[in-house]
């Protein structure tokens, strides 16, 4: 009896072995499209449930599909520009799990719309305005736990949804910006309502954050996830607003060159963003 059960435990911890504890599902924004879709458990594929046209998405099929059941601690994450390419896209998520706490994740997947950088930034936002109502809805479940992840330019699709919202109500509980690649200045126009909507918002810094840095040289103006702490004048005085600056953090784990991926190459970063997620103080 006693040897069944050891053989039935050491199965057991087997079987467990590179499962995912959460829920994946993406939203994927395409050229005339928006498809919705989970993940395979094993190897993180994507799997496509339903397609849309971008101006006509059935918001309460989505809603149905991925939508919140029960009580649930839910993590939307918009990815960097080159983010969702899906070997990358894959490698994310797999860190992503490892965060405590969350039921389920949603990827807002999302496609350079422009021939250069510059363009890319500036028409991104539109994409974040075609999915906004999608998220307002997935968003609604007042039972439900709402977070959010934005990595570098995927910062702009969020600000597009933020701005398509006409019920700036409290609807995220956490919003945690790594390597955030807008302007500085951004909470006195396009997110000004964002503070109304999220228990907290946390802004990380790193002052070493190359890719940043040529994001400067190209706008000519300051960036919010390079110079927050600069700022502190206008940005302090949003009460449920911190700042969280990163740069002389002890390095542990992979090796980031530009320094932009911190949030899934640092250890030390990330242990942080568990207590962050998690309502412990940073």
Not at 171 to 198: K, Y
Request: charged fraction near 25%; proline fraction near 2%; hydrophobic fraction near 40%.
């Amino acid at each position: 009896m006693k040897k069944n059960l050891v053989i039935f435990f050491i199965l057991f911890i087997f079987s467990q072995i590179g499962q995912s504890a959460n829920e994946h599902f993406y939203l994927e924004i395409k050229k005339k499209t928006v498809e919705i879709g989970t993940f395979s458990e094993k190897k993180m594929k994507r799997e496509a449930l339903a397609s849309f046209p971008r101006k006509e998405i059935d918001v309460e099929k989505v809603s149905q599909i991925i939508g919140s059941r029960n009580e649930e601690n839910v993590l939307f994450y918009f990815h960097a520009m080159w983010g969702g390419m899906k070997r990358t896209h894959k490698k994310s998520l797999k860190h992503l799990n490892k965060l405590e706490g969350f039921d389920k994740i949603i990827s807002i997947i999302w496609h350079t719309d422009g021939p250069t950088y510059k363009a890319s930034w500036r028409k991104s936002i539109h994409q974040g305005e075609n999915i906004g109502q999608v998220i307002q809805v997935l968003t609604n479940d007042r039972k439900s736990n709402y977070s959010v992840l934005c990595h570098s330019m995927g910062h702009r699709i969020f600000q597009g949804h933020v701005q398509w919202i006409d019920d700036p109500s409290p609807r995220f509980q956490t919003i945690l910006f790594a390597a955030a690649d807008l302007d500085v200045h951004v909470f006195s126009n396009g997110l000004h309502q964002l503070s109304e909507m999220s228990q907290k918002i946390i802004i990380m810094v790193h002052e070493k954050d190359r890719i940043l840095k040529i994001s400067k040289m190209l706008h000519r103006r300051d960036r919010l996830g390079l110079h927050a702490t600069r700022h502190l004048d206008k940005l302090g005085k949003i009460e449920n607003l911190e700042i969280l600056n990163v740069t002389k953090l002890k390095k542990a784990g992979s090796i980031s060159i530009s320094n932009h991926l911190y949030f899934k190459k640092h250890q030390a970063v990330f242990v942080e963003m568990n207590k962050i997620f998690n309502d412990s103080q940073p």
